[in-house]
């Protein structure tokens, strides 16, 4: 009887092996039972917090990004070739750029496939040569290392940020969360276009993510004023947040402060990742990633207005030929403004926005919808009496907001055994104690 190999993939022993057998060959003048080693790290990357979990980059770019400590101390930044792969600059560039983030700065690099071995400076990027390394010697590198140039770190980010590394996709995130954070506040916050714990799951945003995935290089999302069109923005971003296919960065139409949409992202990236960079350093980036294989890159912008020219600009050219097919647009367009953007003065011919892009509808709440946003007025202790169902008014999400602003503003609301009861037709005395709250 023959027996056939099932398993084609090394298995988490197997790499654990090679793992600590790299390890010990690379540092083979260091006692073996000080050596450690961690395939999830992170590291600050502006206002936030990276992670790298070395497995799934493993599996995007065949390699393993790997931290090496001695006695509980970073020593390496080790990149661990799958076996019969050649190093590459590439790689010494990535482990070099890990190490120069992180704090305590690990002082060596560690490249190897198994067969070939370079053990680079993390400073200096030179290669590391001493003819009799000791125990001693490592400590002093530790010691060395604390010094870190700015020049280093401003290489580091341009190297994480770019297309051979996985880490512009937690950057991107980070970068979109910072912005939600910025625009969303509590039901009393009037003026923020979010609030924490309130969002209505829409129809549409299930529809962009088809569409996404059509040949159209943008998806316009239009709706009349007050629709919730930000809030299908926000949805995507969210939904999105965890998906191997789309990395989502939301970003305001008027976040450049009138110079277009380099310049919003520009500032997002400068504001949440301190990554200071020029609008040609922007277009550059993105044209990069565009070409790129692995997840695409979905620019969400809100906000937009047909009357700005720089944007329609700046919308034409991240559409074009220059950019690859792995950058798409997501555009949030109130209904009266879709034609200005998509149709010629004459209304005859389409505009190079018209011809790259699908459209979908926000509007009402559909039947679906509306009993979503019952559910999340619920989790709030508000409920609609039945009837409301056919209140037309029930059907806009701005009104729902406008209504739970109030009843949680009202001091009966802090009492957590009582629960607001909207009326099944709106009218003056909506917020009268009796037809507000009932007890439980």
């Known amino acids: 009887m023959s027996i056939t190999q099932l398993t084609k993939l090394p298995t988490e022993a197997d790499l654990e092996a090679r793992i600590v057998a790299s390890m010990r060959a690379a540092f083979s003048w260091l006692p073996p039972d000080g050596l450690k080693h961690q395939l999830k790290f992170e590291f600050k990357f502006g206002h936030n917090v990276v992670t790298v979990n070395g497995a799934v980059v493993s599996a995007a770019q065949a390699r393993l990004d790997i931290l090496v400590l001695y006695e509980n101390i970073p020593l390496a930044v080790m990149e661990l070739k799958r076996e019969g792969l050649p190093l590459t600059a590439d790689d010494e560039e990535q482990g070099l750029s890990y ?68 880490v512009w996709i937690s950057a991107i995130r980070a970068a979109s969360d910072a912005v939600m954070t910025d625009l969303t506040g509590t039901f009393q916050e009037v003026t923020q276009p979010f609030v924490d714990g309130f969002l209505i799951p829409r129809n549409t945003t299930k529809k962009i993510i088809e569409a996404l995935s059509s040949n159209k290089k943008i998806v316009i999302v239009e709706g009349p004023p007050l629709a919730g069109k930000s809030n299908v923005l926000r949805e995507l971003t969210e939904l999105t947040r965890d998906s191997n296919q ?35 350093d922007t277009r550059t980036w993105l044209r990069s990633l565009s070409h790129q294989s692995g997840p695409k890159l979905v620019l969400v912008i809100d906000g937009i207005s047909a009357t ?57 709440l559909a039947n679906n919808e509306f009993q979503r946003a019952v559910g999340v007025l619920l989790d709030h202790r508000i409920g609609i009496i039945n009837g409301g169902e056919h209140a037309p008014e029930y059907r806009v999400p701005w009104v729902l907001r406008a209504l739970a602003s109030d009843v949680t ?13 909207l009326r099944p037709l709106l009218g003056p005395q909506l917020l009268n104690s009796d037809s507000r709250a009932v007890s439980e």
């Open 99 to 166: 190490a120069r983030m992180l704090h305590p700065r690990p002082p060596l690099v560690v490249v190897t496939n198994g067969a070939n071995t370079k053990v680079l400076e993390t400073h200096s990027g030179a290669e590391w040569k001493d003819e009799k390394p000791t125990e001693a010697a490592a400590y002093k590198l530790i010691a060395n290392a604390a010094t870190i140039a700015a020049d280093d770190l401003a290489r580091a980010v341009e190297t994480l940020l770019g297309p051979q590394s996985t």
């Open 246 to 280: 789309l990395v989502t960065l939301f970003v305001e139409a008027d976040g450049g402060g009138g110079s277009g949409v380099f310049q919003s992202i520009a500032n997002v990236m400068a504001e949440s990742l301190g990554w200071n960079v020029t609008n040609n």
């Open 308 to 364: 700005r020219d720089e944007i329609r600009r700046d919308i034409e050219e991240l559409t074009g030929d220059a950019f690859g097919p792995n950058l798409k647009v997501v555009l949030a367009v109130d209904d009266a403004l879709t034609s200005k953007l998509v149709k010629s003065e004459t209304g005859r011919k389409a505009t190079r926005i018209g011809r790259r892009a699908t459209t979908v509808s926000v509007d009402a």
């Open 409 to 421: 503003a009202s001091p009966r609301y802090a009492d957590e055994s009582m629960m607001a009861g």
